[in-house]
């Protein structure tokens, strides 16, 4: 068991914070609240990519000097997805909050549950 | 009700993901396009920073994919905010005299730094994403400080233009002297050097200035509408 959890520590971080941003999208009625989760969800999908890319004992992959060796580096590809990701999962939180803020000033409310023609 | 339901859903997902999950050792090779492209990279790009060589060379055209979801990211917002009327000027309670000689302070380190960032993302870890975002947080912090003070609009707009056509100007000429779109056509120099690895840092220079233009831009709308 400690092994097990010893080994798929990355995993198991990751995909907690991919759950718990799944359950307050799920749960939550506030939108702030939802908008939160959905940033939740975005940082635990990252953790996951860099993790599922990491080599035991890995350096970044960098040939900064020379006599650095190639055999120890880090897969350079899921780094390259993530670092994209990061920027435009900003960008998209900020467009979540700008629909957020129309909302409020045309429901005075962000219960998702007050909000009109919303059946659940 | 809704709550058990969501509980229920979310265990059938935990169950399949670690099932699958399992297969997978944790700190394994796994790839080998990625072995490839460390091995070969210098060679092959010039860079030596072997994440810049796979996101401006390799996978250029899924940036320049991902750099356009960025702008329709930000003109989405623009347009959602900015279509109501404008009210007046609301009176702005000045920062303290500590925060507004700060950051008059910081911001030209910071977009100093933004700019280093950039410019040496083919040698050091760092490039136009990360160096745009430094500069982006240089804004913001101006709006903290500043209150008064605003970009200006068309200067921004015209970073953010030019950026975006420089990348597509050159991934096209790569098209016309090498076959295929965004083919690195300038000579690759030694590896290390600043003027290295021929159209990545160009690309990546113009990148850093769209990126850091929109995030402005983005802060921009956000703290005019609050």
Known sequence: MMSFLADYIYYIGAFGLILIGFYI???????????????????????????????????????????????????????????????????????ALSLAIRLYQHYDTLNLRKIREQKW | MRKAVAIVLLIIVTVGISLSLAKIPFGAPKTKVGKRYIEEGIEDTGATNIVTSVVVNYRGFDTLGEVTVLFIAAIGLGVVLTTSKREEMRKIQPASLILYTGCRLLF???????????????????????????????????????????????????????????????????????????FNFLPKGTANALFSAGIIPIVYIAIGFKVGSELAGIIDNLIEES
């Open chain 2, 108 to 182: 030209p380190l910071i977009l100093v730094f933004g700019t280093y960032v950039f410019v040496h993302g083919h040698l050091t870890p760092g490039g136009g994403f990360q160096g745009g975002a430094i500069i982006a947080s240089g804004f913001l912090l101006i709006y903290l400080g500043c209150r008064e003070r605003r970009i200006n609009r068309v200067v921004s707009n015209l970073a953010e233009s030019l950026g975006g056509l420089i990348f597509v100007v050159i991934g096209l000429l790569g098209l016309v002297f090498g076959g295929y779109f965004l």
């Open chain 1, 25 to 95: 999208i799920l749960i939550k009625h506030n939108l702030i609240k939802v908008i939160i989760g959905l940033g939740i969800l975005d940082t635990g999908v990252n953790l996951f990519l860099i993790s599922v890319g990491y080599i035991t004992k890995g350096t970044a992959p960098i040939f900064s000097g020379p006599g650095i060796d190639s055999e120890h580096m880090v897969d350079p590809v899921p780094q390259a997805l993530v670092l994209t990701a990061i920027v435009i999962g900003v960008a998209v939180l900020a467009l």
